[in-house]
């Protein structure tokens, strides 16, 4: 069973198109995370949810708009897609315990042409 | 805002040669992460290191968390080709759920 699953794993999409990724966790954890990994590996935290609450939220542009209906998904929806948007999206989850080990998705590896 | 950074930012060994990244933070940290991503993967949790001079060993890998708690270390003895991929920490702050992911170190080992 995976851990930790996001769907696409690929997305190619125009510039100016609206696209979402979803992410859902089955590991029971509190904490989910949305992280996006540029072209030279650099891994930078976007959001974090705890419990359904926004708890981080980083300098993001107002484009990205990430939703958890509950717990277990953390969506991610991009409007106005633009070609600086191309990453690889990781999803990832945590517990909130001494040892908050995160446990990542797959990645969706998202190019705006 | 906190910076993470690790050097060297790539390295390349022969196989049975050591390895060593080493992690700075600009900020004392509450706790640091080691992650390894290998090539086309995702980061995979290795060990959390909380104490100040912690030294933590897995196999041929040995982590240490500096006495001031901004730098950390991860030593791979004997590499292996199984080691290639991007060796990553993440350091968090107190009181905060968020970690702040250093600039990686890509490893490549010759055979």
């Known amino acids: 069973d995976t851990a930790v699953s996001q769907t696409p794993k690929y997305l190619v999409t125009q510039m100016g198109n609206d696209k979402s990724i979803k992410c859902e966790q089955n590991?029971?954890?509190?904490?989910m995370y949305w992280y996006k990994q540029d072209s030279k590996k650099f891994l930078k935290i976007m959001f974090s949810?705890?419990?359904?609450?926004?708890?981080i939220n980083e300098t993001v542009p107002n484009r990205f708009s990430p939703k958890s209906p509950d717990k277990a998904h953390l969506n991610l929806h991009i409007n106005s897609l633009e070609l600086g948007d191309s990453a690889v999206y990781f999803c990832a989850s945590s517990p909130v315990r001494k040892v908050a080990e995160a446990f990542f998705g797959q990645g969706t590896r998202l190019t705006v042409v | 805002g906190q910076q993470v950074m690790q050097i060297p930012q790539y390295q390349h060994v022969q196989e049975g040669e050591d390895f060593t990244t080493y992690c700075n933070s600009s900020?004392?940290?509450?706790?640091i992460q080691w992650y390894k991503q290998r090539p086309g993967g995702h980061p995979v949790f290795l060990i959390q290191l909380v104490k100040s001079g912690e030294v933590k060993k897995q196999k041929r890998l040995t982590f240490q968390f500096g006495e001031a708690k901004k730098n950390s270390s991860l030593h791979i003895t004997a590499t292996q080709t199984t080691d290639v991929g991007t060796y990553f920490c993440a350091g968090s702050l107190s009181g905060t759920y968020k970690y702040i992911f250093g600039t990686g170190t890509r490893l490549k080992v010759l055979a």
């Open positions: 900020t004392t940290l509450s706790n």
């Open positions: 949810y705890n419990n359904k609450e926004l708890i």
């Open positions: 590991l029971g954890h509190d904490t």
